[in-house]
Antibody
Framework: QVQLKESGPGLVKPSETLSLTCTVSGGSISSYHWSWIRQPPGKGLEWIGHISYSGSTNSNPSLRSRVTISVDTAKNHFSLNLSSVTAADTAVYYC????????????WGRGTMVTVSS | EVVMTQSPATLSVSPGERATLSCRASQSVSSNLAWYQQKPGQAPRLLIYGASTRATGIPARFSGSGSGTEFTLSISSLQSEDFAVYYCQQYNNWPPLTFGGGTKVEIK
């Protein structure tokens, strides 16, 4: 059974870059598609973007200019970089596997809280 | 962008009763609609996709229906573990993939 675990700093300063990694265990990163989703405190879910096992990416137009998603097959993990962060980027960040055939999220990590503050 | 609107925001139901949650899309999403359950402090869990297909391991008391712009998630007899927040998500017109604002099902 595939399991996902997010890791990265819990505190990021405004205007800096938020960097998170999602480590995949129990399966090959080359066999699935991967997504990032976030949830501000007390609010709903927002899709950030995804990357396929081939490396092709897509992201939310509202974040596209600031988002980079990459995959490292050797380390079996994928990453999110979100640049020029503000307090509005404070959220729990989830990584998830995206079904190969439809854009639904069938396996999720536990999430990691990231606070943007000086 | 397809806007997903869920109602009600909060639903108070007694254990054993039926719960009916609604999700409306701002434009047709065909049957490309999923439902997730989220408990406090946990990640969402996929319940339903294709508007009505239960995901692996999801109990039969959960059922989904609808197409186009109007969708419903029904829980036939609420168990204690079903009190949670439920989100709908469309995957017909993207990017972006979009979620509804959620319905909290609480104990009456």
């Amino acid at each position: 059974q595939v399991q996902l675990k997010e890791s990265g700093p819990g505190l990021v300063k405004p205007s800096e870059t938020l960097s998170l990694t999602c480590t995949v265990s129990g399966g090959s990163i080359s066999s699935y598609h991967w997504s990032w989703i976030r949830q501000p405190p007390g609010k709903g879910l927002e899709w950030i973007g995804h990357i396929s096992y081939s490396g092709s990416t897509n992201s939310n137009p509202s974040l596209r200019s600031r988002v980079t998603i990459s995959v490292d097959t050797a380390k079996n993990h994928f990453s999110l970089n979100l640049s020029s962060v503000t307090a509005a980027d404070t959220a729990v960040y989830y990584c998830a596997s995206r079904s190969a055939t439809v854009n639904i999220f069938d396996i999720w990590g536990r999430g990691t809280m990231v606070t943007v503050s000086s | 962008e397809v806007v997903m609107t869920q109602s009600p925001a909060t639903l108070s139901v007694s254990p054993g009763e039926r719960a009916t949650l609604s999700c409306r899309a701002s434009q047709s999403v065909s049957s490309n609609l999923a439902w997730y359950q989220q408990k406090p402090g946990q990640a969402p869990r996929l319940l339903i996709y294709g508007a009505s297909t239960r995901a692996t391991g999801i109990p039969a008391r959960f059922s989904g229906s609808g197409s186009g712009t109007e969708f419903t998630l029904s829980i036939s007899s609420l168990q204690s573990e079903d009190f949670a927040v439920y989100y709908c998500q469309q995957y017909n017109n993207w990017p972006p993939l979009t979620f509804g604002g959620g319905t909290k099902v609480e104990i009456k």
